[in-house]
């Protein structure tokens, strides 16, 4: 079946101005995380789905960061007035349930460039 | 907090060497333990998991075990091929901050180059 998309694929934006970044999870995934990698550095948590439940927003950066999702379905994840820091690879995963235990399905991914 | 330590690379070896990638850990819970694997060009995936103490995830000859008196979760492979050239990431999920949010906390990835 169909795995976890996302757009765009690369994402070249100026200092200051907003992006929005899109995910499509696995049909029937409840728990949907987004991700931040940057260069040599490795994955770290953003923001996490869980149904109609409130999200877990404790790995945002800062207020720049915002991130929706309707459902079950697509997420979206917003930054506002970027800034070069900002550069990095912006991965989605989904998963069946929550549970330590769950494998996540990754998504290619949303390379973000600030210019 | 939760953190994973591991070995930086990058590391090089000759095809059929023997691999080791050591992990460590510390986590205020009980956690699931993981290594995801990205090929060049291609998106994160799972390689193996163990989710409670002496556990051990298998798969494509790779293996790896869970050690709770050691806190550690080493990547072995008895004979390594070109196509395992990638970057290997060791991960665990435990209970976050908020109400069971279970995210994965990563290491920062050990890049492997196997030369033929």
């Known amino acids: 079946g169909a795995g976890v998309s996302q757009s765009p694929s690369n994402k070249v934006t100026e200092k200051g101005k907003d992006v929005e970044l899109r995910c499509d999870p696995i049909?029937?995934?409840?728990?949907l995380y987004w991700y931040r990698q940057r260069l040599g550095q490795g994955l770290e948590f953003l923001i996490y789905f869980q149904g109609n439940s409130a999200p877990d927003k404790s790995g945002l950066p800062s207020d720049r960061f915002s991130a929706e999702r309707t459902g079950e379905s697509v997420s979206t994840l917003t930054i506002q007035r970027t800034q070069q820091e900002d550069s990095a690879v912006y991965l989605c995963?989904?998963?069946?349930?929550?549970?330590?235990?769950?494998?996540?399905?990754f998504g290619p991914g949303t390379r973000l460039t600030v210019l | 907090g939760d953190s994973v330590t591991q070995m930086e690379g990058p590391v090089t070896l000759s095809e059929e060497a023997f691999l080791t990638i050591n992990c460590t850990y510390t986590?205020?819970?009980?956690?699931?333990l993981f290594w995801y694997v990205q090929y060049p060009g291609e998106g994160l995936q799972l390689l193996l998991k163990a989710t409670k103490a002496d556990d051990k995830g298998s798969n494509k000859g790779f293996e790896a075990t869970y050690r709770k008196e050691t806190t550690s979760f080493h990547l072995e492979k008895g004979s390594v091929q070109v196509s395992d050239s990638a970057v290997y990431f060791c991960?665990?999920?435990?209970?976050?901050?908020?109400?069971?949010?279970?995210?994965?906390?990563f290491g920062k990835g050990t890049k492997l180059s196997v030369i033929p």
């Open positions: 986590a205020t819970g009980y956690p699931s």
């Open positions: 991960a665990l999920s435990d209970r976050g901050s908020g109400a069971g949010s279970y995210q994965l906390t």
């Open positions: 995963a989904s998963s069946l349930a929550q549970g330590a235990h769950r494998e996540q399905f």
């Open positions: 049909s029937g995934h409840t728990a």
